[in-house]
């Protein structure tokens, strides 16, 4: 998961793209990147750290421009090494740069097939340099590398999606042209399009996310279709066409449970009301789990979890009280590297109110449980202020399955739920009692708010794999990679050599 924008402007680009990183800071923190364009030559800084720390007054003076993309980085392939931060940039055909949120299931394979056939090079381990040059290697089949047009960057995604598989959306700035944005024909991750209507003329953004739409002055405009892609040129006129075969949308439940701020509307649903919708539900379930008397108070896990909370404590006629108050100068917990590090940082993150707790019997509610190492250290703090009785409730249904669409949950060892009962997991994290969402409901919680969504994908709560590519050796594989030490630089060096020797050879 991460974040990105586009902007072409009337005007420097380089503070609005800023101020959009900011509000969309939220879906990465490891590291951040601009890359404008000024003519036909790119400015880019990048680097590992929050947008604050990552941009000074120098690094802003060195992005001129009227066009330019960003990107938030949360890594799920490749290294959290600096060279891995986006923008990418590739200097042929035309000169492009890239940034991606999603993750590519097949990379391996386009890997070989860049190497062995497209004869270019790849510099990091990371999928979105892969779907870069991809791009890149077909807007250079299309155009011969002389001229281009709407048309022919249309043909070059639909080259591209037959061969990319996996979660996508990107967007792409070519010097010298404009702006390029597509989503993957499933619609896993989210895009939007906003637009404002200036004394200058039009100018267009392009998020993940509207709240940095709307919380620069762009007008929503409409989301990105699954499969479609649209070029804004460097005058401000929008094309836009469907390059994908068989587009279907099936969003990614997790954005709605966790990821994505409870003010953003993605796909047409709020993400604010469809967790009001997982606490009503949620509701039900404790219901017919627990009797009148059982529950003195209802308790979110700041800050995603507190509208399901909410909802819960209303429907159920139970207290409602704030009895964690969250250091807000601490990073989302679930996106940092390591168990350590995760443990440490919530007892940095939260502090309990003894007196809410001191007493009583507590429903501690939280969007999710994923390794469970946060939950555990929660309902010790909630015992050491006292509570007599600790019940843990997810508004989400148990992970049980690696995500492989983007979000940093890929090996089966590390989810608390795999393998495990919910009388395991409840042990595990050491509450009396434990209560999850059921699958149904969630998703009923998404189609509730917007009734087009039909399909979700939720793979990582019902293991169905919606690009119908990801198998029980797929995920084999790629849990021996992670678990595995990474190369050095010799050995990958040594390795792409003998890639392009083989590749001679044939």
């Known amino acids: 998961m991460c974040g990105i924008v586009g902007v072409v402007s009337n005007s420097p680009v380089n503070q ?12 990465g923190q490891d590291a951040a990147g601009i890359a404008t364009g000024h003519g036909n030559k790119f400015a880019m800084h990048k680097a590992n750290g929050l947008v604050r720390d990552v941009f000074r007054t120098r690094n802003m003076r060195s992005l001129p421009g009227n066009i330019g993309i960003g990107q938030v980085r949360y890594p799920t392939a490749g290294s959290t090494s600096e060279e891995e931060a986006q923008p990418f940039y590739v200097n042929a055909p035309f000169g492009i740069v890239l940034a991606h949120n999603g993750n590519l299931t097949n990379a391996d394979e386009l890997k070989t097939e860049l190497f062995k056939n497209d004869r270019r090079h790849l510099n990091t381990d990371s999928d979105s340099e892969v779907l870069l040059n991809i791009l ?32 996508y959306a990107v967007i792409a700035q070519i010097a010298g042209y404009g702006l390029l944005a597509f989503r993957d024909p499933f619609g896993i991750r989210p895009l939007c399009i906003g637009v404002s209507r200036t004394d200058k003329g039009v100018e267009y953004m392009i998020a993940s996310e509207n709240v940095a739409l709307e919380g620069l002055g762009f ?6 279709e699954p499969g479609e892609a649209i070029f804004i040129d460097l005058d401000g006129q929008m094309y836009n066409e469907q390059c994908a075969e068989n587009p279907s949308l099936n969003p990614c439940a997790f954005e709605f449970v966790y990821l994505a701020r ?15 919708k997982m606490g009503e539900y949620l509701a039900e379930k404790v219901r017919s789990q627990f009797t009148s008397g059982d529950i003195d108070v209802v308790m979110p896990i700041p800050d ?14 139970l207290d409602y009280r704030e009895g964690f108050i969250k250091n807000r100068y601490i990073g989302r917990t679930f996106m940092m590297p390591g168990q350590a590090i995760r443990r440490k940082s919530v007892r940095q993150k939260l502090n309990a109110i003894s007196s809410e707790f001191k007493g009583k019997s507590v429903l501690l509610v939280d969007d999710s449980i994923v390794r469970g190492t946060t939950s555990r250290e929660i309902v010790q703090m909630a015992r050491e202020s006292g509570a007599k009785r600790v019940i843990f409730a997810s508004a989400a249904p148990p992970v049980k399955f690696p995500n492989v669409y983007g979000i940093d949950m890929p090996t089966r060892s590390e989810l608390i739920a795999y393998g495990r009962s919910e009388d395991e997991v409840c042990r595990e994290i050491t509450a009396d009692a434990l209560v999850y969402q059921e699958v149904d409901a969630m998703k009923r919680s998404i189609s509730d708010v917007n009734p087009v969504l039909r399909s979700i994908e939720a793979s990582c709560f ?18 021996f990679a992670r678990n595995s030490p990474r190369p050095d630089t010799e050995d990958i060096l040594r390795s792409q050599l003998n890639l392009n020797l083989a590749a001679r050879a044939d």
């Open 16 to 27: 609005l793209l800023y101020d959009a990183l900011l509000l969309l800071q939220h879906r």
């Open 136 to 167: 890149a290697h077909q807007i250079q089949e299309v155009t011969s590398g002389y001229s281009l047009d709407p048309a022919a960057l249309f043909r070059s995604v639909a080259m591209l999606h037959r061969r990319v598989r996996g979660s």
């Open 219 to 224: 007008r929503f405009l409409r989301d990105v």
């Open 262 to 276: 409870p003010d953003s509307i993605l796909d047409g649903a709020s993400v604010y009301l469809t967790r009001l």
């Open 304 to 317: 995603s979890s507190r509208p399901s909370a909410m909802e819960l404590a209303m429907k159920l006629n």
């Open 462 to 479: 019902d293991g169905n794999y919606i690009t119908g590519d990801v198998s029980r050796e797929y995920l084999d594989r790629l849990e």
